[in-house]
C-alpha cells in the first residue's frame, strides 16, 4: 500500500534560517508527492508536486522540496523562514491503484521571531 | 470569487440529528472530494466524484451520503449524528484525478 510518514509533530525554527519539514515514501511503482499547507481555520493548500523530471521541485512561498528516491523521501525546505509560514504542513501521495491522495499525518511548523 | 465553497462553516446539532453541507466549486473541475479532519488533524478521503459519478467511496458508514446533482456541486448528507462524527469536513475539486486539489474552508460539525 502507498503510504507517507512525517515522523516529526512539530518543527521549531527561528526566522530567517532555513526551514525543513521531513517526509518519506512507501510506494510501488513511480511516486507521485505532494505538499499542502494549512493555515489555522483554513482549508489546505496546494505547495507543490513531483511527477517526474528534475528532483528540485519548486513551489509557492518560496517553498521547495526535494525528491530523494534512494532514501525515499521528499522532504519541504525553505530557505529563509517567515513568521507567517507557521502553519500545519502535510505531504500527500498519489495511490495509483485508487487514485486517492493519501496524507500523512502533518507536521506543525512553528517560526518564532 | 471563492473557488471551492462550502457552507455551513459551523454546524452545532445534537445526536440523532440528520443535516447536510453542502459544496461548489466554480473552478470548472471534473473531480470533487469529501476529507474529514478529526481532532488530531488526521485527513481522511471518503468519497470521490468524477463528472457526477461515484469513484471513491471509503469505508465510512452508510449514515453518509455523498449527492452530485452536476459536476460543480457535491454534497454530503449525514443521518443520524453520532458524537464521533465530530470533526471538520473538507470539500476539495481537482481537474486531473487527484492531481493538485483546491479545498474549501471547511465546515465544523459539532454533535452534542
Known amino acids: 500500500a502507498q503510504s507517507v510518514a512525517q515522523p516529526e509533530d512539530q518543527v521549531n525554527v527561528a526566522e530567517g534560517n532555513p526551514l525543513t519539514v521531513k517526509c518519506t515514501y512507501s510506494?510501488?511503482?513511480?511516486?507521485?508527492l505532494f505538499w499542502y499547507v494549512q493555515y489555522p481555520n483554513r482549508g489546505l493548500q496546494f505547495l507543490l508536486k513531483?511527477?517526474?523530471?528534475?528532483?528540485l521541485v519548486k513551489g509557492s512561498y518560496g517553498f521547495e522540496a526535494e525528491f530523494n528516491k534512494s532514501q525515499t523521501s521528499f522532504h519541504l525546505k525553505k530557505p529563509s523562514a517567515l513568521v507567517s509560514d507557521s502553519a500545519l504542513y502535510f505531504c500527500?501521495?498519489?495511490?495509483?491503484?485508487?487514485?486517492?491522495?493519501?496524507f500523512g499525518t502533518g507536521t506543525r511548523l512553528q517560526v518564532f521571531p | 470569487d471563492t473557488a471551492v465553497s462550502q457552507t455551513p462553516k459551523y454546524l452545532v446539532t445534537q445526536m440523532g440529528n440528520d443535516k447536510s453541507i453542502k459544496c461548489e466549486q466554480n473552478?470548472?473541475?471534473?473531480?470533487m472530494y469529501w476529507y474529514k479532519q478529526d481532532s488530531k488533524k488526521f485527513l481522511k478521503i471518503m468519497f470521490s466524484?468524477?463528472?457526477?459519478?461515484?469513484?471513491i467511496n471509503e469505508t465510512v458508514p452508510n449514515r453518509f451520503s455523498p449527492k452530485s446533482p452536476d459536476k460543480a456541486h457535491l454534497n454530503l448528507h449525514i443521518n443520524s449524528l453520532e458524537l464521533g462524527d465530530s470533526a471538520v469536513y473538507f470539500c476539495?475539486?481537482?481537474?486531473?484525478?487527484?492531481?493538485?486539489?483546491?479545498f474549501g474552508q471547511g465546515t465544523r460539525l459539532t454533535v452534542v
Open positions: 476539495a475539486s481537482s481537474q486531473y484525478t487527484p492531481g493538485e486539489a483546491f
Open positions: 510506494v510501488s511503482g513511480n511516486p507521485y
Open positions: 513531483y511527477i517526474t523530471g528534475d528532483n
Open positions: 500527500a501521495v498519489r495511490d495509483i491503484r485508487t487514485d486517492k491522495l493519501i
Open positions: 473552478l470548472g473541475h471534473d473531480t
Open positions: 466524484y468524477n463528472n457526477k459519478e461515484l469513484i
